[in-house]
């Protein structure tokens, strides 16, 4: 009787032990399966704010490569209407040297007449002649007075905007 009571005494003492260590093995399990939620939800929390960082970051180079593409479309166009224009000065600019150079010509041809005709003509169309020409040699250097102020205007207007061009 003393045996059986030992045996069962030691029965419990093993139920008991083995019961604990269930316990204790539940206890782990659960605090475990805690902390495991808890880093699960936090890195759930690190994608959900990577995800929306990268989408913000994703929108905000759209937005940027689409303002750039915009001021590239500007600025190809403003370039167009310049070479344009710069092309129809060009024009205007070979038509008054055309007409320059058909004045000189009238003029040279003009002043070769007067060279054979003043030996034989009279004083008085001389004086007359000689007051002709220098009020036509007055109006050129005048005309090309003004023709080198605007010159050095533009050049100096010039050099303005390119100094002002937007380097990028």
Not at 44 to 72: C, H, M, V, W
Not at 127 to 136: K, Q, T
Request: hydrophobic share 45%; charged share 25%; proline share 1%.
């Amino acid at each position: 009787m003393i045996l059986q009571e030992a045996q069962i005494k030691a029965q419990q003492v093993i139920i008991f032990i083995t019961l604990a260590l269930v316990v204790v093995l539940a206890v782990g399990v659960t605090v475990q399966t805690l902390r495991l939620s808890t880093a699960l939800a936090k890195a759930e929390t690190i994608e959900t704010k990577y995800r929306s960082e990268k989408a913000t970051a994703e929108t905000q180079y759209q937005a940027a490569l689409d303002k750039a593409k915009g001021l590239e479309k500007a600025w190809s166009q403003r370039l167009i209407e310049a070479e344009k224009h710069a092309n129809e000065q060009k024009q205007i600019a070979l038509a008054w040297r055309n007409r320059a150079n058909a004045a000189n010509y009238s003029l040279s041809a003009t002043l070769d007449q007067a060279k054979t005709s003043l030996p034989i003509a009279t004083k008085q169309a001389n004086i007359e002649y000689a007051n002709a020409l220098s009020d036509v040699f007055r109006e050129c250097s005048s005309r090309y007075s003004d023709l080198a102020a605007k010159a050095d205007g533009h050049a100096i207007d010039a050099e303005k905007v390119s100094g002002a061009w937007p380097a990028d």
